[in-house]
């Protein structure tokens, strides 16, 4: 499995390059995405961007952009990071990196704008009513995906082991409101002022 990287940003993107893999019994193997560390009220969605169209024993990947997608390949923004050929197989450019975190961030962040105000139909999606240690979206046919979330990572899916994980990391924010007592400076929740004295007030935010 490829390295996870969290993502400062709020939303969570996989792009599960996989393999086509056969079983024994002539099975296509399917892939899981475990996305670990559920938080409370939060959605979690996949998207589908790369169809896998291909694999070699030599290790060579061909993938094929989704229906779905395909206006988004055609913007000037998606073709920066990634480039469509004739014959519909996709690639990244040799001019970007796709192995710089920022890179993908960037590109994820561009993918999920587009999804939304294109109303991209979504793989799957989950929303938590509870904190709970993982969620696993599976029977998912192998390729690219990009998951919406308050989280972030980067994973992939190979040919010996397509399923991936994600570690939730960045969860909803909290608020903790502090008033500054005026005898002894400390903070808390209460303080002792008389009318017409500044008082002092502070916020941590916890993100």
Request: hydrophobic share 45%.
């Amino acid at each position: 499995m490829k390295k996870l990287v969290s993502l400062m940003i709020a939303l969570v993107m996989v792009f599960s390059m996989a393999t086509v893999a056969f079983a024994a019994d002539g099975d296509e193997v399917k892939g899981s995405i475990t996305v670990n560390g559920i938080t409370k009220d939060t959605t979690y969605t996949i998207y589908k961007m790369l169809d896998l169209e291909s694999y070699a024993i030599s290790g060579a990947y061909s993938y094929k952009v989704n229906s779905d997608w395909e206006g988004f390949f055609a913007t000037d923004e998606a073709k920066y990071y990634m480039s469509v050929g004739a014959d519909g197989y996709a690639t990244w450019n040799e001019s970007v990196s796709h192995e710089d975190d920022a890179v993908v961030a960037a590109f994820a962040k561009l993918a999920l704008a587009y999804a939304k105000e294109n109303d991209i139909a979504a793989v799957a999606s989950y929303s938590a009513n509870a904190d709970a240690a993982s969620y696993v979206f599976d029977d998912l046919d192998l390729g690219y995906y990009l998951v919406d979330s308050t989280a972030g990572a980067l994973c992939g899916l190979t040919t010996t082991d397509p399923n991936a994980s994600i570690n939730a990391k960045n969860h909803t924010p909290t608020v903790d409101k502090q008033v500054q007592e005026d005898l002894g400076g400390k903070w808390g929740d209460t303080n002792t002022a008389d009318i017409g004295q500044i008082v002092n007030f502070m916020s941590i935010v916890h993100v």
